[in-house]
């Protein structure tokens, strides 16, 4: 498999980080029971429990719930360290709790395996094992300092040393075998899926190879008579202009210039090129590529490009990456789905990024889906006039999402957002009206590098 291949597989650019709202269900889940359970344990069975700590320890998760839900769009996914934090946060906030609630005589001690067991499902394995460690370690403080659960008539709830002994011994397995069982069935499935893709990705490239052979073929089929027909005038104009130097040598140079045509025909019918000038290009040459199949669409498309601060004027060489390029072709497309009349694709660089803008003159995005762009199967019931409008356009938000992974994937950071009051009249918004996606590298991941010699093409390995 070619090392392009390879690199698409790594753990630095597979986008299969957590969602953010996954855990936010979890951890409201998390605090309905640990509330029912306080109440429970205070006003049914008359349980002597300090609440207002308890209920600190709740509000705590509470709040950290609603700031995730109010500052963080509905389709964050989060890094590894942002999960990892996370998942640290619930584990302790549980392990408070346990400290205010018994410790392990708590029976739902037992809840301190779900965030290594998540951490296990979707993390990295250092951060499992920080994880598995941390709760390792906060079983066994509780099981020795904690605040003792009290009747209702001061009595001290006790159990025999060795029910508590298993008790944290069943903790301790439990993350142990949960941890390995689910690491080791998540990492199964990656594994399925990334040869899956690798599957893909050969066949497309093979299908390539397939389709550019048949077209050398074709081509060395038709150049083959009239690379003939030269040879053969060329052979007799040398053998009638012996003597004439000159002329001869020009003879000569036709009938060797015809075999180069043949053995290039031939080299490129056996394996295609490889050719190490195509594999970096200009900002704007990226930029009009990606945008091509759309230019004749009945849209107006303008390009910008300008330096940004420290960016230099000399237009930065890009490397020229194909998930690069279906990624902002598919943006462009949305773009075009949806204008008026015109299109603005902007490129820009600063020192330290290159940033694409994407903005159209159309109605922008709805505002009930915004904080959902780059999900999957995104979509609204068309109305009448949407139908008259866009009679062809039949998406689902599956471009969008395809988009948003393969950027993301090269190291990119994408925002979604409307360029005006979507409530303004007709006659009050701007030029730019519609919607904007902004598409941001760090210059190092997509800047081709200064020093690439282009040297010769070299046939495709088979």
Same mark, same amino acid.
């Given at each position: 498999m070619p090392s392009a291949t390879l690199g698409l597989l790594t753990r630095d650019t597979r986008s299969d980080w957590v969602r953010l709202r996954t855990l936010i269900f979890l951890r409201w889940m998390a605090i309905v029971g640990q509330l029912a359970a306080i109440t429970v344990a205070d006003r049914y069975y008359g349980m002597q429990l300090p609440l207002g700590l308890c209920y600190l320890a709740v509000g705590a998760s509470i709040i950290a719930n609603l700031i995730s839900v109010f500052v963080f769009p509905e389709n964050k996914r989060l890094?590894?360290?942002?999960?990892?934090? #996370?998942? !640290?946060?619930? !584990?302790?906030?549980? %392990?408070?709790?346990?400290?205010? #609630?018994?410790?392990?005589?708590?029976?739902?001690?037992?809840?301190?395996?779900?965030?290594?067991?998540?951490?296990?499902?979707?993390?990295?394995?250092?951060?499992?094992?920080?994880?598995? %460690?941390?709760?390792?370690?906060?079983? #066994?403080?509780?099981?020795? $300092?904690h605040v003792p659960l009290r009747f209702a008539d001061g009595s001290i709830l006790t159990v025999p040393v060795l029910f508590e002994f298993g008790f944290w011994l069943s903790i301790v397995i439990g993350i142990l075998f949960l941890g390995l069982y689910s690491r080791r069935v998540a990492t199964e499935i990656r594994s399925m899926s990334d040869a899956l893709l690798a599957?893909?990705? &050969?066949?497309?490239?093979?299908?390539?190879?397939? =389709?550019?052979?048949? $077209? $050398?073929? &074709?081509?060395? /089929?038709?150049?083959?008579?009239?690379? &003939?027909?030269?040879?053969? $005038? %060329?052979?007799?104009?040398?053998?009638?202009?012996?003597?004439? =130097? /000159?002329?001869?040598e020009d003879a000569k140079l036709i009938r060797d210039q015809a075999d180069r045509c043949r053995d290039i025909l031939r080299s490129m019918g056996r394996a295609g090129k490889d050719d190490v000038h195509m594999r970096s290009v200009p900002l704007a040459s990226l930029l009009r590529e990606a945008a091509e199949p759309h230019q004749a669409r009945g849209k107006a498309l303008e390009f910008a490009f300008y330096p940004g601060s420290g960016g230099g004027e000399r237009q930065p060489t890009v490397l020229r990456r194909p998930e690069v390029i279906h990624g902002l072709r598919n943006l462009v497309q949305n773009a075009v789905d949806f204008a008026r009349a015109r299109v603005w694709i902007d490129g820009e660089?600063?020192?330290e990024e290159i940033i694409i803008r994407i903005v159209d003159d159309g109605e922008g995005y709805p505002t009930h889906v915004i904080g959902r762009i780059g999900d999957p199967f995104v979509r609204s019931r068309r109305s009448t006039q949407d139908l008259a409008r866009r009679p062809e356009y039949e998406g689902m938000g599956l471009g969008l999402f395809i988009a948003k992974t393969l950027l993301e994937r090269t190291g990119a950071d994408l925002t979604f957002a409307n360029a005006s009051d979507p409530f303004l009249a007709p006659e009050e918004r701007p030029e730019r009206s519609g919607a904007i996606v902004q598409v941001v590298w760090p210059i190092g991941l997509l800047k081709a590098p200064s020093d690439s010699a282009l040297g010769q093409n070299r046939p495709i390995e088979a």
């Open positions: 890094s590894e360290m942002e999960a990892m934090l #996370t998942l !640290l946060f619930d !584990l302790s906030q549980l %392990s408070f709790l346990l400290y205010l #609630t018994g410790g392990l005589t708590n029976p739902f001690a037992l809840l301190i395996l779900a965030p290594v067991t998540i951490s296990a499902s979707a993390l990295e394995l250092r951060t499992t094992l920080f994880l598995g %460690s941390l709760s390792i370690l906060f079983v #066994t403080i509780t099981a020795f $300092v599957t893909q990705m &050969a066949l497309a490239r093979e299908q390539k190879l397939t =389709d550019l052979g048949g $077209v $050398v073929a &074709a081509a060395a /089929h038709e150049l083959g008579t009239p690379l &003939a027909t030269i040879k053969l $005038v %060329s052979s007799e104009m040398m053998e009638e202009l012996e003597g004439q =130097d /000159h002329l001869y660089w600063t020192a």
